[in-house]
């Protein structure tokens, strides 16, 4: 398997595409926004799930391909849907932490321009495990937290980075990771930690959205808790552009 140059070749012919998974309102069950996640139609080996070749573009560099495919097919998809249902929903990109650089700004500032989209209808996820120095991220993201767009650190409580330097940031969106959601409610440990998540989360004006919710008991407990948003099985599993349109559609 040579997968990073069988990953150029898939970018050159357009074999990567977005799936998007939609996060609800934990009030009222509504569609709050969508998260894209890419996937890989191998011509041989089927259909490949980001964790195959994520780490092999980060570490080939060819992940800033791969992050503007998804950028503009989600930003593309974001306006059909917006035309068909005169509603904006918000779309979030992750972000790789090997990209925390100059390029980054420009390259997402001229997608929002081209497909026209207003800046807070994106966010950006970047997860916790590789935090860069504040000074990088701040360098990387500055331009485009000016301009509007969104923050999200995601898998949080995942990785070393502290509560006290997602508040020096001033971020969006604590993304409470999966390991910290699963079976919330039948341990008392794991509902005390996700509850500290949550308040710390508000104390520093962030809302937080619960990864992996794979059943209604756990989704009981987070809106007792005070967590607005959730994402995971039961609700929904990730859709095509046409799925994301019917949950739309659903509710006033
Ligand atoms: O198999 P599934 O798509 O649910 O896996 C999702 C995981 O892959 C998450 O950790 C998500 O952050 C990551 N991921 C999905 N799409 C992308 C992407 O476009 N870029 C990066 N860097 N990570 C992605
Ligand atoms: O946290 P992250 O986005 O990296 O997690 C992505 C992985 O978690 C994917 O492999 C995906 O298949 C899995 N996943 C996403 N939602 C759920 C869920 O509700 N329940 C379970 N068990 N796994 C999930
Ligand atoms: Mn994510
Ligand atoms: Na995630």
């Known amino acids: 398997l040579r997968l990073d140059a069988d990953l150029r070749r898939a970018l050159a012919r357009g074999e990567l595409y977005c799936v998007y ?57 974001q306006r059909g849907w917006y035309e068909r249902s005169g509603r904006w929903i918000p779309v979030a990109v992750n972000l790789s932490p090997r990209q925390l650089d100059a390029t980054t700004a420009g390259l997402v500032l001229a997608a929002l321009d081209r497909n026209g989209t207003p800046p807070d209808m994106l966010t950006l996820e970047l997860t916790e495990t590789g935090m860069a120095e504040p000074e990088t991220v701040e360098n990387a993201l500055g331009p485009l937290r000016r301009a509007g767009v969104k923050i999200a650190v995601d898998d949080f409580g995942t990785g070393y980075s502290s509560m006290a330097r997602v508040a020096d940031h001033g971020w ?75 949950f739309a559609s659903i509710g006033p």
């Open 172 to 246: 969006d969106v604590v993304k409470i990771d999966r390991a910290f959601v699963a079976g919330i409610h039948r341990d008392q440990a794991r509902t005390s930690l996700a509850d500290a998540m949550v308040k710390m989360a508000h104390a520093l004006g962030m809302v937080t959205v619960a990864e992996g919710v794979d059943n209604a008991a756990d989704l009981q407990v987070l809106s007792r808790l005070g967590c607005e948003f959730a994402q995971g099985y039961l609700l929904s599993h990730p859709v095509d552009a046409d799925g994301v349109l019917e």
């Open 21 to 77: 998974q939609p996060v609800f309102r934990v009030d009222d069950g509504r569609l709050n926004s969508v998260e894209a996640l890419v996937r890989w139609r191998h011509p041989t080996d089927g259909v490949l799930p980001p964790v195959v070749f994520v780490p092999i573009a980060e570490a080939a560099g060819t992940i800033v391909q791969v992050f503007r495919v998804v950028l503009e097919q989600s930003l593309t998809e």
